[in-house]
């Protein structure tokens, strides 16, 4: 049993125009095969990876995410989203690959979106440098690596889908080659990486 404890309740919630605010990410890693190594291309439908998990007494499989709480960044929302659901840590990426807004799969489908369940969602790319043993909420989650087709296929909501391919895209465009795409806090076009807190985050520039 992990000895942190993932954060309940919503006492400190953020809301923006009757919208919660939410922040998340999806965790990946790069499969490297031994016979491709001196390659610099990246088979994306095959050799990315990334992490789902499944909801709380359902079969659905989706992104670390959670509300984003008045005491902390949007960044470490997310990095500690990451932790308390799917038990990662790694490099958090800061730019956010866009913000989705979105109906809780709790709220009351006649009641108004930004009444009664409406979200609006921060979705960051995670690289993952560690998988831990015992998380805060491994009792009720399982995490899940999948390629980039599965995920895709597996995806039950439009707009995780819609933050999925908007982060093929990004990885796309940003590794060209092999090194690039295994390195990316070389990368500093794109506004590189933030200090985040180290019991959420461990590897960071």
């Known amino acids: 049993m992990s000895n942190l404890s993932a954060r309940t309740g919503r006492d400190h919630q953020r809301y923006d125009n009757n919208f919660r605010l939410v922040s ?3 965790p990946y890693r790069l499969v490297k095969d031994e016979e491709e ?6 088979d994306f439908g095959n050799k990315l990876e990334v992490l789902m998990v499944s909801s709380p007494n359902r079969h659905d499989l989706v992104f ?22 799917a038990g990662v840590k790694g490099i958090l990426r800061e730019d956010p690959l866009g913000v989705w807004e979105f109906r809780s ?12 369940g409406g979200c609006k969602g921060y979705m960051f790319a995670l690289e ?10 491994q009792e009720n989650r399982e995490r899940r690596w999948l390629n980039v087709k599965e995920a895709l296929e597996l995806c039950r909501y439009e707009w995780m889908q819609s933050a999925l391919e908007e982060f093929l895209r990004v990885m796309a465009e940003e590794g060209s080659t092999k090194e690039d795409f295994l390195d990316i806090s070389s990368i500093s076009n794109r506004g590189g990486e933030r200090q985040i807190d180290p019991q959420y985050c461990s590897v960071v520039n």
């Open 24 to 26: 998340g990410c999806i």
């Open 37 to 42: 190594e001196d390659s610099t291309s990246v």
């Open 64 to 85: 670390p995410k959670g509300g984003w709480e008045d005491d902390e960044t949007l960044l470490e929302a997310a990095s500690r989203e990451a932790m308390e659901e």
């Open 105 to 116: 799969k709790s709220s009351s489908m006649e009641a108004d979106c930004c009444l009664a």
């Open 128 to 137: 993952v440098k560690e998988e831990l043993a015992t998380w805060p909420e």
